[in-house]
């Protein structure tokens, strides 16, 4: 049950936090509070002690998310007072800044428990990770004194992240600094079995018994569809430049959509108790449906780009074909997507590359079974059938031009 003073401490005021965390804890009723570090965002909130989210869509909607404030996260004893306040705290900070802000978590941990043993806080891990209730918890504990009894009271809530934020241009972060676009969609899947205390009652929470399923169906089928649209789009026509352009040519749309119920199909055989097939094909039109919203503008580039990271091991590609041969299922749509997005070299509008992508290039350069085997994990002992078939592919892409 929420009480007057139910306080919601959200680590990282970026485009997450801001236009789905901070906008549904508000809503739901909540004091916000961001922990951040850039000094104009802070000032800016605790000024006017509100903000703008713009869902994008074909009828534009400003919902204006009050009751929030902002501290600087450099601030420990400030940051550690507030945790130990809160009711519950909320992390959007993306996994290479986990490092920075642990200790400071770990701080308020230990000044929380101080006060009160029994008073366990829940942490809600709002970051696209794969296992990130495990990282965290490995990382967090190193922070905390020996034997913490860190399972007992810390609630670690993995999320399935799914509402498509796109990239505010700068012109208007001038004028607004706080203001973030985003989709209609607004739920929140995260782990039931996960929480230490009751589930706040938020519109939009949506618990979920197996989470390890539903962070899968986000990387495979959302993230993964995304992908093969960026890529697909770029590949047929450099001069794309949003998503829905390149769902507007038919062929590529079919393309798309064929790989992404490729990858359900590994779903529904890994999780037969948590997806159906219909569940699967219903989720592939949705979401192709929400990638073709024109007013939300999310960009080729924006979507395509950080190849070394989604390209990567474990990522949406090269991860649903490892699990593909692990399930004896096929992947061949999968691979197609993978190795045409090698060729991708989109750039922002400034007309610049990703910077992650420029050492990308560099290791293609060196041929495709160098990709194949350095970023997306495809070793020759195991996978040696993947690197003939990514060769072949390679050879016959010209062909691909004509689908």
Sequence with gaps: MKTMNDKIIIFGAGKIGRSFIGQLFSTGGFEVVFADIALPVIQEMNARKQYEVVIKSEEEKVITVRNVRAVDARNTELVAKEISEARILAVSVGKNALHAILPLIARGIERRYANNKSNAIDI????????????????????????????QFVGLVETSIGKMVPIVPQKLVEEDPLRVFAEPYNTLIL???????????????????NIKAWVDRKLFIHNLGHAATAYWGYYYNPL???????????????????????????LEKKYPGEFTRTDLADHVDDLLERFQNKALGDTIFRVGCDLSRKLGADDRLAGAIKLAVSLNLPYDNILNTL?????????????????????????????????????????????????????????KLYLLRDF
Excluded at 193 to 209: D, S, T, W, Y
Aim: net charge negative; glycine share 6%; aromatic share 10%.
């Design 339 to 395: 190795v045409v997005g090698c060729h991708f070299r989109a750039k922002d509008e400034n007309g610049l590359l990703h910077p992650g992508d420029e050492a990308f290039m560099e290791t293609y350069k060196n041929g495709i079974s160098r990709v194949l085997e350095s970023v997306c994990g495809f070793n020759e002992s195991n996978y040696f059938h993947i690197l003939i078939e990514g060769q072949q592919i390679e050879k």
């Design 240 to 266: 794309h430049q949003y998503i829905w352009e390149a769902l507007e040519v038919p062929l590529i749309y079919k393309t798309v959509r064929k790989t992404m119920l490729q990858a359900a199909d590994l």
């Design 124 to 151: 809600i891990i709002a970051e696209n990770m794969l296992d990130a209730s495990s990282f965290f918890r490995e990382k967090l504990q190193r922070c905390l004194p020996q034997g913490f009894p860190i399972d």
């Design 191 to 209: 782990d039931r079995k996960a929480f230490r205390n009751p589930i706040p009652e938020v519109e939009g929470l949506a618990p979920k018994e």
